[in-house]
C-alpha cells in the first residue's frame, strides 16, 4: 500500500494526478471522485491510497498540468517505486528527497507538464 499525498495543486491537478495513477493501480477511492475543496484559506493535501500489486504504464499524450504540484509517495519500497515509475511516464519529475527505513520509504517528487 502506498500513500500519495499532493500540496501546491489545484483540485483539477490533483484530479489528473490521480486519474493517471488510478490507470495505472488499483486505488482506496471511487473512479470518479473530483476531489473536494474546502471554503476556508487553508492549503489543500490531497491524499489517495493505492495498491500496485500490478501496475501498468500509462499509454498516450500525457496530461497536462496546472502548476507543478509536489506529491509525497509513503509505502513499501518496491511498491513506492512501482508509482514513481507510473508518474515519470506521464509527467517530468523531479526528485526532492528520498528517506528511507527497513520496510518503507518516502520520496517527494515535484511534478510538471511533459514536454514531447
Not at 475543496?37 to 500496485?52: G, I, K
Amino acid at each position: 500500500m502506498v500513500t500519495v499525498s499532493l500540496t501546491g495543486a489545484s483540485k483539477e491537478d490533483a484530479a489528473t494526478v490521480f486519474s493517471v495513477l488510478r490507470t495505472a493501480v488499483p486505488t482506496d477511492r471511487p473512479s470518479d471522485p473530483v476531489p473536494q475543496e474546502q471554503t476556508e484559506d487553508h492549503p489543500a493535501v490531497w491524499t489517495a491510497q493505492f495498491e500496485p500489486a500490478q501496475h501498468r504504464v500509462p499509454t498516450g499524450p500525457p496530461p497536462p498540468l496546472e502548476g507543478s504540484p509536489t506529491a509525497t509517495l509513503q509505502g513499501d519500497h518496491v511498491a513506492v517505486d512501482q508509482l514513481c515509475e507510473v508518474l515519470s511516464a506521464a509527467f517530468a519529475v523531479h526528485k526532492r528527497g528520498t528517506a528511507s527505513g527497513d520496510q518503507e520509504q518516502e520520496v517527494d517528487l515535484q511534478l510538471r507538464t511533459k514536454r514531447q
